[in-house]
């Protein structure tokens, strides 16, 4: 198959997940719209794929995440009153997430594993390259990883993943790759992709983290790929194999994250990220830092 170099417009959101690690919050709130500080973390995630000039976002939903759709469109009870008492401000904010990019949805239905969420997406996505970007992973705007993935597909064609170095101890919470260096700083070609391997079979710690851009080979891989770890179809096997036949649709190239990566995918996590993001805001940060500082003196 031939890979398309066609410049990357298009994003994906899996956001089909239950988010049982967050109950009972998430019982009847998606876990995407738990605030992170003052923003649900869904909008980081958007607002990643608009400023690397992805303005065309599929969001992957499930049953009960209304609340995703409605929270990107325009609430115009709320805008009015907003209006009549002159809060530009607040209106602002809210008008914020409906104007950020052209959203769509579609429902996974029966949940099976994040390579089925990306399959979902073939008919919005068709032949051309896209992004999938998982809302457990915010990275700091500073750090714009998803351009330098971005350009390093349009350098080496097919697809490019982001790998961050983690404790060796800590590989079996992720996908990890074999990878070797290319000549070109923080860029790897990965050879071998396993799913949450124990520390002895991990061919390196190198871990998948969530960001992706996938040539458009990727979803007749995933039409093939068996159900592996959980019963679910795994997005890393599917990589694995175009991985190790890069005539499938290109080669496999990774970018080692080095930055700042907010992670929410449970409730430590979380509550550091809140912690992290609130002490550098300018509104809040001086404050909340002279606060946080008084409570670990006095009570930790």
């Known amino acids: 198959m031939t890979t398309s170099l066609t410049r990357i417009t298009k994003a994906v959101i899996p956001a089909a997940g239950l988010g ?26 958007v607002e990643e794929a608009v400023s690397a000039g992805l ?23 709320l805008e009015q009153v907003l ?14 997430s409906s104007d950020l990019a052209t959203m769509h949805y579609v429902r996974q239905g029966n949940p099976r594993g994040l390579g089925h969420a990306v399959l979902c997406a073939a008919p919005h996505v068709g032949d051309q ?3 999938v970007l998982l809302g457990d992973d915010l990275i700091d705007p500073r750090d714009p990883l998803l351009t330098h993935m971005t350009r390093v597909r349009e350098e080496h064609g097919g697809s490019v993943i982001a790998l961050m170095e983690v404790d060796p101890a800590s590989v079996h919470l ?19 992709l396993i799913e949450k391997p124990s520390p002895a079979e991990a061919p390196s710690n190198l871990a998948i983290i ?14 093939k790929t ?37 992670d929410t995918g449970d409730r430590a996590d979380y509550l550091r990220a809140i912690v992290r993001l609130a002490c550098e805001r300018e509104d809040l940060g001086p404050e909340f830092r002279d606060w946080l500082r008084s409570f670990v003196t006095e009570e930790m």
């Not at 303005?55 to 009870?77: A, I, Q, W």
């Not at 969530?210 to 039409?223: K, Q, S």
């Not at 679910?232 to 175009?242: F, G, N, R």
């Open 20 to 45: 049982t690690r967050f109950l009972p919050a998430t019982k009847s709130t998606p876990k995407e719209m738990l605030p992170v500080v003052d923003k649900p973390a869904i909008q980081y995630v």
């Open 174 to 192: 992720y996908g990890c790759a074999a990878a070797s260096p290319t000549g070109e700083n923080d860029v790897v070609r990965v050879s071998d």
């Open 129 to 131: 390259p896209f992004a």
């Open 226 to 262: 068996e159900p592996g770890r959980g019963g679910e179809i795994q997005l890393t096997d599917a990589l694995q194999t175009l991985a190790a036949e890069p005539s499938l649709g290109g080669p496999v190239h990774g970018v080692v994250f080095r930055g700042r990566r907010y």
């Open 83 to 96: 209006r009549d008492k002159g809060d530009a401000t607040k209106l602002g904010r809210v008008q914020e």
């Open 55 to 77: 303005s065309d976002v599929l969001m992957v939903t499930g049953r009960n995440k209304r609340p995703l759709e409605d929270h990107f469109d325009r609430n115009y009870e």
């Open 210 to 223: 969530g960001r992706y851009v996938l040539d458009p080979a990727v979803f007749e891989v995933l039409r």
